[in-house]
């Protein structure tokens, strides 16, 4: 619990599922939370629960791609609860635009019309799903890693077990995790003569509200592709938000001192298992 208690504590997209589950988590084990996230009203509805729980909290909105936007989020975060101590950085996400229809390209696929190959990516919507991965990674920490350059502090990232081998179908976001790895590497060795860590979760499969639609059909059953997912995972089951609490709270503890700089898989061996 001393990783958490009475430390001011900032998780960006934290209103969506994985974010919402970490801050709780948090706050229920002593941290001050200030949950930012874009739309006010889903990180307001996890303060509030952590606040009714007996924790303290606070939704505050913010847009990660704009540098006035977390200027504004920091004032209010460090009026609330005073200078960040851990960050995390969970906005992140895909768009159908940098996604591709099928996993392999077939010959008459570009006269196709009902479709997205590989050469009808949009670029947009490429730079998007990387502006939002990477910079919505890079744009937070430059504001509040400014608080821990004289005491020290602790900085988490939300990487992907797709940027360990990329998955099919969805280049612009696996290669935008491979660069929120990478960065994580990159920060870790930059931040470490002023005592700041940094670290990165790399998720395997949880249903959220951004897949869900990709791996469950209506009534609930799994889809093709789903059933693959869960044909190649040895644990045999789709990851549960509360299964990142516990490589959080690792990562963030003081007995971790001498931990930075490492990506680490919650994947139920996804990325360790080569399907035979």
């Not at 791609?65 to 906005?91: Q, W, Y």
């Not at 992140?92 to 008459?108: A, L, M, W, Y």
């Not at 570009?110 to 990516?121: M, R, V």
């Not at 930059?190 to 860590?197: E, W």
Request: glycine share 12%; net charge negative.
């Amino acid at each position: 619990m001393a990783e958490f208690s009475n430390k001011t504590v900032v998780i960006t997209g934290g209103g969506g599922v994985l974010g919402g589950e970490l801050a709780k988590y948090i706050g229920g084990r002593g941290g001050r939370v200030a949950i930012l996230d874009l739309k006010k009203e889903s990180a307001d509805k996890v303060a509030d629960a952590i606040n009714a729980a007996g924790g303290k909290a606070i939704g505050v909105e913010a847009n990660v791609l704009e540098v006035e936007s977390l200027k504004k989020a920091h004032e209010e975060v460090v009026k609330a609860f005073g200078p960040c101590e851990i960050l995390i950085n969970g906005a992140g996400g895909n768009h159908p635009k940098g996604t591709t229809s099928k996993e392999f390209f077939s010959r008459e696929d570009l006269d196709a019309q009902d479709l997205i190959s590989f050469f009808d990516l949009d670029p947009e919507g490429v730079s998007f799903v990387f502006n939002l991965n990477f910079l919505g990674t890079l744009l937070p920490t430059k504001e509040f890693a400014r608080d821990m350059i004289d005491s020290g502090g602790v900085i988490i990232n939300i990487s992907s077990m797709n940027a360990f081998t990329p998955l099919t179908k969805i280049p612009a976001y696996s290669g935008a995790k491979a660069a929120v790895s990478n960065f994580t590497q990159w920060l870790a060795v930059h931040f470490s003569k002023v005592n700041i860590r940094v670290n990165a979760l790399a998720p395997g499969f949880f249903l959220t509200e951004q897949n869900r639609a990709l791996l469950t059909n209506k009534d609930g059953s799994l889809t093709n592709r789903g059933n693959t997912i869960i044909s190649q995972t040895p644990l045999g089951r789709f990851g549960k938000p509360e299964d990142l609490n516990s490589t959080l709270s690792w990562l963030c503890a003081e007995d971790s001192a001498f931990i930075t700089g490492v990506v680490v898989p919650i994947d139920g061996g996804f990325s360790a298992y080569s399907g035979v």
